[in-house]
């Protein structure tokens, strides 16, 4: 009978001493989310956002620099593209908007 009492006290400690440790490691966890919130995740969406921002503000006349790194003149806008002319060619070449990467101003 003694065995049994001493038993029942050790687990009912170790129990204890378990959910202590449960909440000190879900602390742990919730503070490397937040961190990789503040560090990774948010940052990024603001990127997003500014490139879409910049995206939608494009007008003709606008020098711009592609992905590819040339510089150009956009000569017209459609949905999803935009014709760019470059240096002394006045043939636009066609690109997607994505390709856009920064807008020169002078």
Do not use: C, H
């Not at 711009?64 to 002319?85: F, H, L, N, S």
Request: proline share 2%; charged share 20%; net charge positive.
């Amino acid at each position: 009978m003694n065995f049994v009492i001493a038993n029942a006290s050790n687990v009912l400690l170790t129990a204890g001493a378990s959910s202590g440790n449960l909440l000190y490691t879900g602390a742990i966890w919730l503070g490397f989310f937040a961190l990789l919130y503040f560090l990774i995740i948010r940052p990024q969406r603001k990127k997003q956002k500014e490139v879409q921002n910049m995206l939608q503000e494009l007008s003709v006349g606008n020098k711009v620099v592609t992905i590819g790194g040339m510089v150009g003149v956009i000569k017209k806008i459609e949905e999803d593209t935009v014709q760019i002319a470059f240096g002394g060619n006045e043939k636009p070449i066609m690109f997607k908007k994505w390709a856009i990467k920064d807008v020169v101003v002078d």
